[in-house]
């Protein structure tokens, strides 16, 4: 009975069909979970918009990104094309600008290969799934480069300024093709100050460790203290502080500086601190969160590439068989 209940809802040897959903309704899923979450300081969640993106808009992305995710679980090659897609299905669907995008880089990799692993019968393992996402994305040609440039300006993301194929410069895509530079090289090349293209070259080692964190506490072996109903939302709130106090936000370091990015990732360490100290017990933090979810809030900081390893994470559990 017991391998009964945990092999319900995974993919069977059935058809590639039943593969593809599955891969693609854990990517949504994982989605829609990390932006339901509260509270998870400084982002958008069910209780806090932003001026012109909504909480509603990234329901509707999660939502309209299904068929690209279901398409790329049943291949292993161009990446950059699969983003560009959902980057402009996404935005066919909502008018609240950027909501994922981080993400998709996140999602597609790991997609393509938790479709290789099921296709070849083995398990879905945080340690297969980022091996086989990080060979992946290591076989990237300039093709899934210039997809991804495509992607920026539809997308609305907000990049750092580089010398190297700047954004800004009209010859950057003519630029990366004579050059024939790949995806992956271009995510080499950012690994020093983006968290999302550090994951491509560290073959997705924090969207693991937070895959671990939310499997150890939904499976039973965990040490969080929670109470009533809201097991699930706790532990990805818990997840979520742990990844910010460990990793300095890159999206926050864009978009004002390294000082501000250090103090929010100080800030998140300080909540855990006081959390191990009070015998793991969340109760004893929550007003501690509100009120740095309120503080970013009126700051207009939002630790956005730390959500989309969220989104990893949450992604690999899935995959995994991690439900609540």
């Not at 909480?55 to 509707?60: I, S």
């Not at 370091?253 to 390294?258: A, P």
Request: some cysteine.
């Amino acid at each position: 009975m017991k391998k009964e209940q945990e092999m319900k809802g995974k993919p069977g040897k059935a058809s590639a069909y039943h593969t593809a959903s599955y891969v693609a309704r854990c990517a949504q899923l994982a989605m829609l979970l990390e932006v339901s979450a509260h509270p998870k300081p400084g982002n958008i969640d069910r209780d806090h918009d932003y001026e012109n993106t909504t909480f509603e808009h990234f329901l509707t992305s999660s939502v309209a990104v299904y068929p690209i995710l279901e398409k790329a679980a049943g291949k292993e090659h161009e990446i950059g094309k699969y983003v560009h897609e959902a980057v402009l299905e996404s935005i066919a669907w909502q008018k609240g600008g950027n909501t994922h995008f981080g993400a998709f880089l996140l999602l597609f990799p790991l997609a393509m290969a938790a479709g290789r692993l099921i296709r070849n019968s083995r398990e879905l393992t945080p340690e297969n799934l980022t091996e086989e996402a990080f060979n992946i994305v290591k076989e990237t040609d300039v093709g899934d480069a210039v997809q991804i440039y495509l992607s920026f300006g539809p997308a609305g993301v907000k990049v750092r300024e580089v010398n190297e194929f700047d954004l800004s410069d009209a010859k950057a895509i003519a630029d990366i093709e004579n050059k024939r530079t790949t995806l992956y090289q271009l995510m080499q090349m950012s690994s020093s100050y983006d968290l999302i293209a550090k994951e491509w070259t560290s073959g997705f080692t924090r969207c693991a460790q937070c895959a671990r964190i939310l499997t150890r506490e939904m499976g039973g072996h965990g040490t969080l203290v929670h109470a009533g109903n809201s097991r699930i939302n706790h532990i990805i709130v818990y997840a979520f502080l742990k990844m910010l106090a460990t990793d300095m936000d890159t999206f926050i370091e864009t978009k004002f500086d390294r000082q501000t990015a250090e103090e929010v990732s100080a800030k998140a360490r300080r909540i855990n601190y006081k959390l191990e100290y009070s015998g793991n017990n969340m109760e004893n933090i929550l007003p501690d969160v509100y009120n740095f979810d309120e503080e970013l809030l009126a700051r207009g900081i939002n630790p956005g590439s730390t959500a989309d390893i969220m989104i990893g994470g949450l992604f690999i559990s899935l995959l995994g068989g991690m439900r609540f």
